[in-house]
Structures are given as structure tokens and as C-alpha cells.
């Protein structure tokens, strides 16, 4: 069966650091892979997308980027965080697009302070 | 913009009541989907309806979609104090872009 990893859980990075959140997915291959930010009591907002391995889409400018060195990777990175980053980063994945089932890491609370 | 925008965005009810929440969007689809975010977790999917569908369900879930109106409904019948949590719909607005509305936020009240 499919399951997707996120991690970390949890973090607190100072403003100006950098970030790195790793997603992986098992059991699948070729996947669409999504990362969303949640901020608190919002809707999700698409950061980034992929359909393929060095394949990166962004959907909204800013501090953030993404990267997929593997089929089933999806890395979110920052090289000088800011307060305004912290939020929750959800991962995702579905097969096919237009409209198949999206799965959805357990995410990750980032707080900038 | 949001694809899909639901509403209420916050719904209180007793357990046993049902509750009912409604999506609209703004383009046509091919389905749409529903979604359940218990409080700091990722969501899971519930169900979903393609657009040549009408009504589906699915234990206590009833879904409807109305595509002249470009609206879906979310009914959860004889709530209870564990359905607590945000309610997603996800629209697709391009071949590989899902989106989702700000959610519901639904609390059941034991």
C-alpha cells in the first residue's frame, strides 16, 4: 500500500535560518507531489507542485522553494527564513491529475521566531 | 483566487444532530472532492463525486452536486462528538492543480 512520509513533525527556527522539509512516498511511482502551507484556522495554499523528477511548478512567489532529486522525493527549502513562513506545510501526492485522490502527509508546524 | 469556497465557515451542533455544509466553485469540473482535517493533522479524503453524479453516500456522509450551480453539499447525519474537525472540498482548476476552499470548521458538541 501508498504512504507518505513528512518530516519533521515539529520545529522552531530562528528568523534567517535556513529550512529543509523532506516528503517521501512509498508505494507508488510517478506520482504528482504537492506542498501546501496552512496558516492558522486557513485554507491550504499551494506552494508547489511537480509532476516529475527536477519538474518544479511554483504557484506563489516567494521565500520558499522546492525540489524532487527522486521520483518519490519532494523537498521544501528555504535558504533565510522569515517570521511570516511560519505555518503548517502540508506534503501531498496522487497519481493521473485532473482529479484522482490526493493523500496527504501528517505535516509539519514550522514557527519562526 | 479559491477554486472551491466553502461555507459555513464555522457550524456548532449537538451530537446527534446533522449537519450540513456547502462548497461553491467557479469552473467547470470534472469531480469534487471532500476532505476531514482533524486539528493539526493532514487531510484525509471522505468521498468523491463526479460531475455526471448527483448524489453519493457513504455511511453518514450524503453528498451532493449541482453543476448548474456549481455547488456541492456535505451532509454528515446523527453527528457525533469524534466528527469534530475541518470540512475541505478540492476542486481542480487545471490538469495538475487541486485546490481547496478555507474549510468548515465543524465542532460537535457531546
Known amino acids: ?113 | 483566487s479559491q477554486q472551491g469556497e466553502e461555507d459555513p465557515q464555522a457550524l456548532s451542533i449537538q451530537e446527534g444532530e446533522n449537519a450540513t455544509m456547502n462548497c461553491s466553485y467557479k469552473t467547470s469540473i470534472n469531480n469534487l472532492q471532500w476532505y476531514r482535517q482533524n486539528s493539526g493533522r493532514g487531510l484525509v479524503h471522505l468521498i468523491l463525486i463526479r460531475s455526471n453524479e448527483r448524489e453519493k453516500h457513504s455511511g453518514r456522509l450524503r453528498v451532493t452536486l449541482d453543476t448548474s450551480k456549481k455547488s456541492s453539499s456535505l451532509l454528515i447525519t446523527a453527528s457525533r462528538a469524534a466528527d469534530t474537525a475541518s470540512y475541505f472540498c478540492a476542486t481542480w482548476g487545471g490538469s495538475y492543480i487541486p485546490t481547496f476552499g478555507r474549510g468548515t470548521s465543524l465542532i460537535v458538541h457531546p
Open chain 1, 1 to 113: 500500500s501508498q504512504t507518505i512520509h513528512q518530516w519533521p513533525a515539529t520545529l522552531v527556527q530562528p528568523v534567517g535560518s535556513p529550512l529543509s522539509l523532506e516528503c517521501t512516498v512509498e508505494g507508488t511511482s510517478n506520482p504528482n507531489l504537492y506542498w501546501y502551507r496552512q496558516a492558522a484556522g486557513r485554507g491550504l495554499q499551494l506552494l508547489f507542485y511537480s509532476v516529475g523528477i527536477g519538474q518544479i511548478s511554483s504557484e506563489v512567489p516567494q521565500n520558499l522553494s522546492a525540489s524532487r532529486p527522486q521520483d518519490r522525493q519532494f523537498i521544501l527549502s528555504s535558504k533565510k527564513l522569515l517570521l511570516s513562513d511560519s505555518g503548517f506545510y502540508l506534503c501531498a501526492w496522487e497519481t493521473g491529475g485532473d482529479g484522482n485522490t490526493i493523500y496527504f502527509g501528517e505535516g509539519s508546524w514550522l514557527t519562526v521566531v
